[in-house]
């Protein structure tokens, strides 16, 4: 470690934070539906979404309701993408004239994209043709992106709003968000991007010859477009197989630092937007702090780990060097490296500048350890903020049984089907990605993708399945998941790990609306200070540690003492 | 259930047409305005032949030029149509294997020195165009007496391609393999 690597982390850190507020201002006004600057240039267009759709935009949705619109846009967007992905090869824009994909990848990276979690069983560069990557895998970035942050607004308001039925309007949301929000930032950034070096063409690849006369077949596309959405919406699939290592995809220290910030931003403003609506911004900031707290920690870990805990070249003479650089670039060094692994898991982006499988033992489970407490440090864009509420609500209620009172929250009761609710929510995923992972690693279909073997290739396995039910979508890449097995099953975890959290989490949302508000009493706990975010900061890591701890002990704890050992698989 | 219908499958449509098609038009045409050599990909050309990006490595092995890192991508490393790591993990036999073979070909063709690690893993994208500038300065020897050059003039040079931290902090300081060869094709 050295002090210029941690100048970078804390440089990042402050960025973020003076981010929080003004962010947070913008999203509040979307979110209560005030104008905003950019409305008088794109109201109209947004009208014309509506009258064309058929959208009241002053009617609002029960829980049932906004769900049932939620999942009904997702499903046909899965439908058209995968329609899309089989058909390619004889649709426009493919100048490599790749083919179309196998059902079983088409159904996994449909329901990767829909789920926005953006795992990749097929190399970019070599399997998509340019339309798949824009009308395909860019619309469902920019569309799961705005269903999160939905979700969220209408939690949010399930908090904020007493005594009614109504959560807001899924479409004027989604349609809202896109155009207010992630559309205008987008295409700023796509051309921030450009600028530091990202390709944004239509040519087919280049041929090149270097300059020891071998060709050099250069891949090109409209990456630039694609790369800023997949940022900012935490989306995470890349344009080309190495995503965000790749010199194309983030040729520079800058683009770097704009990458990571951009994973970070929405999710960290919509604290801030919690604490605007419900009348208390240190609410919002209570739940930021926590999420602070666990990524500091993540970071300083595997920034260590990677700088000094034991790796491939451990043990061999006259070598000079930072730490472990196998599948790390240059231009980013350990530093960037491991803050970007930390900062892609604790978000559900997975997009990566390394590649997590050549980790250190240690430095690659922080990555897999922040994907298994569901994404909650941040986390993606409105699924990290819901997820965290679900820990919050169970912290409330384990708080509310030491003293014996029924817990309350924001002048909320949390009851029964509250809690019965936000506890199916947070199981649904660990259930996911230890039963596949048992399966996997007992089938012959499971063991045969493995890139390493002892218990790092027990490691590809559970992260792989990690990554899929938390919807992070990075890997331990190794593992050839492109098989009918690992497809098909890899798909299922995706679809669990979104949906049936969404659904019980919108059903809290629903029953927080319809409470009353009751008054702050002497027997309230404050949910704005230090000790509640120690409460939560306690729970989330006692929930993921009883969940996963054998299984961290079977994969990354294992190889971690094989290697001080000597022991190599 | 017309109610739902009807806008889910509006919106995903006209949303198609938004976000798929007219952003990345926009986009294409706003970065073909402004920057246009980084929208082609930053390609280099010398006497009407395209020889490389400046952003991607190529593979180096010749004595006279200095050598990047090595490579997972395609089988025979650098591919740019197959950019990919070795992913293989820190208690893998199969990569010690290599980084000893690795080693023992930089010390026989670099005796004497401290061997950087960059130059004994490969990167994560298998088209890392930079090495550090110590290992640049590390090869100065061996290019040196391939090509009959003064070791202070290659160190010029190495300076001259040496890009520093952005803002003095953020990145590594590094230097670009291929344009510091063409440099050295150029002498």
């Known amino acids: ?569 | 259930m017309n109610t739902y219908l009807r806008p889910a499958l509006l919106m995903l449509l006209l949303f198609t047409l938004l976000c798929g098609a007219a952003y990345p038009l926009a986009v294409t045409g706003l970065g073909q305005l402004l920057f246009a050599h980084q929208a082609q990909g930053s390609l280099i050309e010398r006497q009407g032949r395209i020889i490389g990006s400046e952003l991607l490595g190529q593979n180096f092995s010749a004595a006279k030029y200095f050598h990047g890192r090595p490579s997972a991508a395609g089988t025979e490393g650098y591919d740019a149509s197959a950019s990919g790591a070795s992913n293989l993990g820190p208690s893998s036999a199969k990569l010690r294997q290599s980084i000893e073979a690795r080693l023992a070909t930089l010390k026989a063709e670099n005796p004497g020195q401290l061997v950087p690690a960059e130059l004994l893993t490969a990167s994560a994208s298998g088209l890392d165009p930079d090495i550090s500038p110590q290992a640049a300065q590390f090869q100065i020897p061996r290019v040196a007496s391939a090509r009959g050059l003064d070791a202070q003039r290659l160190q010029q040079l190495i300076d001259q391609h040496t890009q520093g931290r952005w803002l003095g902090f953020i990145g590594e300081p590094r230097v670009n393999v291929l344009q510091l060869n063409l440099a050295l094709d150029a002498l």
């Open chain 1, 1 to 569: 470690m050295t002090a210029n690597g941690w100048l970078q982390i804390l440089f990042y850190c402050l960025l973020l934070l003076l981010s929080v507020r003004p962010l947070g201002a913008y999203l509040h006004r979307l979110f209560t539906g005030e104008r905003v600057m950019l409305m008088p240039a794109l109201g109209g267009l947004e009208r014309v979404f509506y009258r064309l759709s058929g959208v009241d935009a002053r009617s609002e949705q029960t829980w049932q309701q906004y769900a049932l619109a939620m999942l009904l846009f997702n499903l046909l967007g899965f439908a058209l993408l995968y329609l899309l992905l089989r058909t390619q090869a004889w649709l426009p824009l493919n100048p490599q004239q790749l083919p179309n994909l196998s059902a079983d990848l088409a159904f996994n990276t449909a329901m990767s994209f829909t789920t926005n979690t953006n795992w990749q069983s097929y190399s970019g560069e070599q399997a998509l043709s340019y339309l798949s990557q824009m009308a395909g895998l860019t619309v469902q970035n920019f569309l799961s992106a705005a269903t999160g942050i939905a979700l969220a607004f209408a939690l949010i308001r399930g908090f904020a709003r007493k005594s009614t039925q109504q959560l807001g309007n899924a479409w004027v949301d989604v349609t809202r968000l896109t155009l207010y929000l992630l559309l205008p930032a987008c295409l700023l950034f796509a051309c921030l991007l450009i600028w530091q070096g990202v390709p944004q063409n239509f040519s087919a690849y280049t041929q090149a010859s270097t300059l020891e006369a071998a060709q050099q077949l250069i891949a090109q596309g409209p990456i630039a477009s694609q790369e800023a959405i997949k940022m900012l919406g935490t989306n995470g699939g890349g344009f080309l197989n190495a995503n965000s290592a790749h010199p194309f995809e983030n040729p520079t220290p800058l683009s770097n630092l704009l990458q990571m910030l951009s994973i970070f931003v929405i999710g960290a403003a919509l604290t801030d937007v919690f604490g605007r609506a419900v009348n208390n911004r240190w609410q919002g900031h209570a739940i930021l702090g926590a999420m602070l707290v666990l990524f500091i920690a993540g970071v300083a870990i595997t920034y260590w780990a990677e700088s000094a805990a034991p790796n491939a070249l451990s043990g061999f003479d006259g070598v000079q060097g930072p730490g472990n650089l196998e599948g790390k670039e240059t231009r980013f060094g350990i530093a960037a490296s491991a803050l970007f692994a930390v900062i892609t898991t604790a978000a559900s982006c997975g997009a990566v500048n390394a590649m997590h499988d050549s980790f250190t033992a240690l430095g690659g489970a922080i990555p897999l350890f922040n994907i298994q407490l569901g994404e909650v440090i941040i986390g993606g864009v409105g699924a990290g903020f819901y997820g965290m509420m679900l820990y919050a609500l169970i912290a409330i209620f384990m708080a509310g049984l030491m003293v014996g009172r029924t817990p309350e929250y924001i002048g909320k009761k949390i009851e029964v089907r509250e809690v019965k609710l936000a506890t199916l929510a947070v199981l649904a995923a660990p259930l996911a990605i230890l039963l596949f992972t048992a399966i996997a690693c007992v089938l012959p279909a499971g063991l045969t993708g493995l890139n390493n073997a002892g218990p790092h290739g027990f490691t590809e396995i559970l992260y792989a399945y990690a990554s899929a039910a938390g919807n992070n979508g990075s890997a331990f890449a190794g593992l050839s998941a492109n098989s009918v097995f690992y497809n098909s099953t890899l798909g299922i975890a995706m679809l669990i790990g979104r949906f049936a959290i969404i659904v019980p989490m919108l059903a809290i949302a629903g029953s927080l609306a319809a409470k009353k508000q009751i008054p702050v009493s002497a027997g309230t706990l404050p949910t704005d200070g230090g000790l509640f975010v120690a409460l939560l900061v306690a729970v989330v890591l006692v929930f993921g540690g009883l969940t996963f701890l054998p299984s961290l002990v079977l994969g990354p704890l294992a190889e971690h003492f094989a290697m001080l050992a000597g022991t190599q698989f």
